[in-house]
Nanobody
Framework: QVQLVESGGGSVQAGGSLRLSCAAS????????MGWFRQAPGKEREFVAA????????AYADSVKGRFTISRDNAKNTVYLQMNSLKPEDTAVYYC?????????????????WGQGTQVTVSS
């Protein structure tokens, strides 16, 4: 059974940092692109960051560039999202996603596997 399990969410004040982790199991994800998306109440799920299978290619939403960093450890089947200089508008449920046929990292519908999400709340 394929599973993506996010962790590391929580509440933080503006300007603070959090590190999200996503542990994948049930198959080998070393050939998959992996990404992070987020969804705030009443809004569509939006792209945040993604990384290709080798880690040599990354993509970021303009709203998080320079503040968030995505990385992966294929030996651990895990992807990370380091979030610095957090803002109240970063408040959302953050979802991990993975897929073997993601040729455009920012396109949500190309991802086959999704986690249940982890809440991130940033207070001003």
């Amino acid at each position: 059974q394929v599973q993506l399990v996010e962790s590391g969410g929580g509440s933080v004040q503006a300007g603070g940092s959090l590190r999200l982790s996503c542990a994948a199991s049930g198959r080998t994800f070393s050939s998959d692109a992996m990404g992070w998306f987020r969804q705030a109440p009443g809004k569509e799920r939006e792209f945040v960051a993604a990384i290709n299978w080798s880690g040599s290619g990354t993509a970021y939403a303009d709203s998080v560039k320079g503040r968030f960093t995505i990385s992966r450890d294929n030996a651990k089947n895990t992807v990370y999202l380091q979030m610095n200089s957090l803002k109240p508008e970063d408040t959302a449920v953050y979802y991990c996603a993975a897929g073997p046929r993601v040729h455009r990292l920012w396109v949500r519908n190309l991802y086959d596997y999704w986690g249940q999400g982890t809440q991130v709340t940033v207070s001003s």
